[in-house]
């Protein structure tokens, strides 16, 4: 599943776990050059910019980070409200789901204002990760290339590229950074379903991803 953005894989996770956050059903162990994910629309149109925050009756969690933990969002304003609002609240899990590792809670309540079901359960477990690790993310992380549609079922599909050249592991006992080399599996690719719930969020239910990606490569 996010968020990307930050590695792990100088310590003991696996390859697939490092760098992104998957969520069940994820596939980073596709064949190599194959770019397809299962639920991405990527013939949807490009989308808006998250700078737009919502209207809905929901109050949001205040996202706090360390300031070393930052983000460069290049998803583009399209001056559509519904798709706008997609976006900001998909911005805002991302960011979530760093805070709860930087505040070491496998159950922030933030990441879990903006996602459910597999979604929310494959961060609990990217988190916990990081907390039995002792160590949380740093650096930039750039998103990118989204696409964005909004279904006649009430869901919107949105993929998306990330970049985590530029993310590492801080381990929190040494503050140490594992600075390490970028390769074409810093670029990961994300689809993920969205549905507004009672309150006018947009959760994310479902998200997948695949490290590697022609479509994400700079």
């Known amino acids: 599943m996010n968020r990307r953005p930050t590695l792990l894989a100088a310590i003991t ?9 998957s969520a069940c059903g994820s596939d980073d162990d596709s064949p190599e050059g194959n770019d397809k994910i299962a639920g991405a629309d990527t013939g949807g149109e490009k989308s808006a910019s998250p700078s737009a925050l919502a209207s809905s009756s929901a109050e949001r969690p205040k996202i706090e980070l360390p300031s070393d933990v930052t983000y460069k969002f290049e998803w583009k304003k399209t001056g559509d409200p519904e798709k706008d609002a997609v976006l900001s609240d998909a911005e805002q899990r991302i960011k979530a789901v760093d805070m709860a ?4 809670d496998p159950l922030h309540e933030a990441y879990r204002f903006y996602s459910e079901g597999t979604a929310a359960a494959g961060s ?12 949380r993310t740093t650096g930039l992380t750039r998103y990118y290339n989204e696409s964005l549609s909004i279904k006649d079922n009430g869901t919107a599909a949105l993929v998306y590229c990330e970049d985590q050249s530029k993310a590492f592991n801080k381990f929190l006992k040494t503050g140490k950074t594992d600075v390490t080399p970028v390769t074409k599996d810093s670029y990961v ?9 009672k309150n006018g969020v947009w959760v994310t239910e479902t998200l997948t991803s695949q ?8």
């Open 211 to 218: 490290r590697g990606s022609a479509k994400c490569q700079p």
């Open 101 to 104: 590792i930087a505040e070491q």
């Open 189 to 197: 690719i994300y689809a993920g379903t969205l549905r507004q719930n």
């Open 13 to 21: 996770l696996t390859a697939a776990a490092a760098l992104t956050l």
């Open 124 to 135: 609990e477990t990217y988190i916990k990760e990081f907390v039995d690790h002792k160590a």
